[in-house]
């Protein structure tokens, strides 16, 4: 074992924490009451006694050097599916994950938008690109991505979505056989515990899984208007993922009693002590060792408190390091295009195309309405005050329970869609308040920042309106029709890839949010808004001055400077069977011409979806989880 070498670049990316809290024994009593779980760890860190640990269990104080499976990346996938191959004692899983475990902070909706910035967060930037994000900082786009145990669950903004069936049976049409809607339903519903006010009787719902799926337990009356707004321009409220619930609905989320449900709250916090599964945070993964000759994969190389250890796995290995993660280290591994890995100088073993296709949901947060009366949206400085604070613990709900104040998903197809069945192209997030509410004195701005949203841009925009009273949706394109891809930058693996999103390289992406843009302002001008005098904010952009307000151009323009993704990058690990030119993976995940290999994350996704992607990520961990103990008779 040597001292590893942690390049510079890590180093100076690594986040710091935003949140410090005074020494204070009724704090300490607070905050103990709340999580008694928590236990403390290390004294020289401050927020240790508020993290969650995953010791070994049996008193082991390190990892044994062979496991039936080693798994990398204990997030939205990679917890469901370490769980599930555990659960009889047929097989022995090591969980690899670089990032920590949980803290009491991660489990308060209301900083969802903080964490971002902190160390649970890879703090990944998309290539340049002229003509998007133009009002972020740097002119840049920020991709980040959650590092913990837990993964992006962690971090996200907790909406849970499925997709509508049509997204799954076109994959399952393209040749992935297994993944028709019918097939992939049975897991959602395996994992899910839904308690939601008369939804959760219906036959595609569960109460008895493992992952809390419940309404907000806290709403502003701006979510009523959105909905009967919605039926007065023909969208049904209905259970949004119901397979026949193509309309409007109340937000879903993966909270319970007002507390984050991420991945490993939901499938690893209970299994801590179960003999046959090891979780190791912060230990990363820099190679899968794979033998060039007959090409079988037979272990991982990992760093842990900067050493370097190697661990090998009797059956498989599983990437589960999420869609930036998983080709990264397919790449370093030699699996990859071939005259990008041997530039790098990299030995290939197989020529695949990783990384090659990538979709993102990118959004537009600019459509913001100002409201003629107070008191009807969230503000941070109205609702996320030290009572509600205290009330959320007891009671779980208050404005701390508020997933960044959204309230409502509606979808809908506009009239640019050329898409030949009845799927929706946009998803509209109806929000309690806008990016705007988080302002005012003292407040976070944490929405802003969370964007990257540049100081001077937003004040021009938005000062006049900031910690006002407003209602806005984000609009979210669900199918684009521009693709990007992923690179490395070179044979480091510290280094972070080269990502390009190619954000609306295709007018059609701009067509389709312009016509969106039209939709939600028909539904503002309805007499449900217009009871609180909704009212469009003429945002000034500097960047888009040449153009009349609220004209095409000028929208165009918007989006092109508040560019925002939702963070839903998938496809660069892409699925697909054998004789697909563009496939990394076969439909049973493993990787094309390389044995003992799987990925099992949202990378795989070979297509977009109508859906949000952390339940899709648990759902994709849990079918890999039977398909694994089907080959392997477990
Ligand atoms: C800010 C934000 C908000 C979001 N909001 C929502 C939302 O509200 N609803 C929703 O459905 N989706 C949301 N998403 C997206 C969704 O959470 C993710 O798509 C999903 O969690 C991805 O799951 P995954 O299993 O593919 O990867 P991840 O959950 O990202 O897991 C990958 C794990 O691998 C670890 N890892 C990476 N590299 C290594 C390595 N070398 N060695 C060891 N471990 C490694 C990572 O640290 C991470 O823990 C959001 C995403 C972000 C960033």
């Given amino acids: 074992q040597k001292e590893f070498q942690i390049s510079k670049e890590t180093q100076d990316r690594k986040g710091k924490l935003l949140f410090s809290y ?33 010791p070994l269990p049996g008193g082991l104080e390190s990892p044994l050097d062979e496991y039936d499976y080693v798994v990398v990346g204990a997030g939205s996938a990679g917890s469901a599916l370490a769980s599930r191959l555990t659960e009889g004692s047929k097989a022995s899983v090591l969980l690899l994950e670089a990032g920590k475990p949980e803290m009491l902070v991660t489990d308060v909706p209301v900083l969802a938008p903080l964490f971002q910035d902190t160390d649970y967060a890879w703090q990944y930037y998309m290539e340049r690109q002229p003509g998007v994000c133009m009002g972020m900082e740097d002119e840049r786009c920020f991709w980040p991505r959650g590092k913990a145990v837990g993964g992006t669950s962690v971090i996200n903004y907790m909406i849970y979505t499925r997709g509508r069936p049509q997204d799954w049976d076109r994959i399952a049409g393209d040749g992935n056989y297994g993944w028709s809607y ?20 219906n036959p595609y719902r569960n109460r008895y ?46 909270i319970s009693d007002g507390r984050r449900q991420s991945s490993a709250k939901a499938f690893l916090h209970k299994h801590k ?30 760093v842990r408190n900067r050493l370097k250890r190697t661990v090998k796995a009797r059956r498989e290995i599983i990437l589960s390091a999420g869609p930036i993660a998983s080709p990264q280290l397919l790449m370093l591994s030699g699996v ?47 609702d996320a005050t030290l009572p509600a604070f205290i009330r959320w613990l007891y009671y779980g709900d208050s404005g701390i329970a508020s997933p960044g104040a959204v309230e409502g998903i509606g979808y809908i197809k506009t009239e640019v869609s050329d898409d030949p069945e009845d799927v929706p192209d946009i998803e509209l997030i109806s929000i309690g308040g806008s990016i705007v509410s ?127 993704t939702l963070h839903h990058q998938i496809g660069t690990c892409r699925m697909g069977p054998a004789g697909d030119p563009e496939a990394v993976v076969d439909p049973e995940l493993r990787v094309h011409g390389i044995q003992g290999l799987r990925v099992v994350d949202t990378s795989v996704l070979p297509r977009t979806i109508s859906a949000h992607t952390n339940a899709p990520g648990i759902m994709i961990g849990e079918f890999a989880a039977d398909l694994i103990k089907s080959n392997w008779n477990l």
């Fill in 336 to 382: 990859g295009p071939k005259q990008q890995l041997t530039s790098v100088g990299i030995s290939l073993i197989k020529d695949l195309p990783v990384g090659q296709t990538l979709y993102d949901h990118i959004c537009f947060p600019g459509q913001i309405f100002s409201l003629n009366e107070t008191n009807v949206s969230f503000t941070e400085n109205r």
């Fill in 273 to 302: 002590k179960r003999m046959n599964l090891h979780i190791l945070p912060e230990s990363r993964v820099i190679k899968v060792l794979i033998d060039p000759n007959t090409k079988v994969a037979y272990g991982v190389e990992y």
């Fill in 182 to 201: 019918d097939n992939v339903l049975k897991y959602y519903m395996k994992s899910e515990k839904a308690t939601l006010k008369g939804f959760d009787e």
């Fill in 209 to 254: 899984g493992v992952l809390p799926v419940e309404f907000v337990p806290v709403r502003t009356k701006l979510i009523e208007a959105f909905l009967e707004a919605g039926r007065l321009m023909g969208h049904r409220t209905v259970d949004y993922n119901a397979p026949d619930g193509f309309g409007f609905g109340y937000v879903q989320v993966t």
């Fill in 438 to 564: 988080d302002g005012g004195p003292g407040a976070s701005k944490g929405v802003r920042k969370g964007m990257k949203i540049k100081d001077s841009v937003f004040n021009e925009a938005f000062g006049s309106i900031d910690n006002t009273d407003t209602w806005s949706t984000f609009l979210m394109l669900l199918h684009p029709k521009s693709k990007g891809r992923l690179e490395l930058k070179d044979n480091n693996p510290f280094s972070f890839p080269k990502l390009y999103g190619n954000y609306l390289t295709d007018p059609r992406d701009v067509a389709t949010f312009i016509a969106g843009i039209r939709h939600v302002a028909k539904l503002a001008s309805t007499e449900p808004f217009q009871r609180y005098g909704a009212k469009l904010h003429p945002a000034n952009y500097r960047e888009c001055r040449m153009f009349a307000f609220d004209t095409d151009e000028y929208w165009e323009c918007a989006i092109r400077t508040l560019t925002a």
């Fill in 22 to 54: 005074p020494q204070s024994p009724v704090l300490d009593l607070l905050l103990k009451t709340a999580a008694p779980n928590y236990v403390a760890r290390n004294p020289q860190d401050i927020f240790d006694f508020l993290r969650d640990s995953y």
